[in-house]
């Protein structure tokens, strides 16, 4: 088994049994099988939700970094649309000196 399994291991069983026990301390009846597949499905929708907020902040910080890019991308167009609207081109819409157009 590999090294870092090996040592994630026990965390993971030591967690595993204390959801059980939680579940078995709020069941009202219910057999050992029974608690088991209430704990699997309880552990499994605990795993889908860290995934769901997972994705959630790795779709935040993307997006977070894409908001320079629009805003570049916005000024690029409104320049495109002052040209095309006053038929200047090139240097002519930049705020350049006469003697750097």
């Given at each position: 088994m590999n090294d870092r399994i090996e040592r994630a291991t026990p965390a993971a069983a030591q967690y595993v049994d204390v959801r059980l026990k939680e579940l078995a301390n709020s069941a009202t009846s219910g057999n050992e099988a029974q608690l088991m597949v209430l704990t699997a499905l309880t552990l499994a929708d605990e795993i889908f939700d860290q995934k769901a907020e997972l994705t959630l902040s790795v779709l935040k910080t993307r997006v977070a970094g894409l908001k320079p890019k629009i805003k570049i991308a916005r000024?690029?167009?409104?320049?495109?649309v002052k040209a095309h609207n006053t038929g200047k081109k090139g240097a002519e819409l930049l705020d350049f000196p006469e003697g750097l157009k």
């Open positions: 000024e690029q167009t409104n320049g495109m």
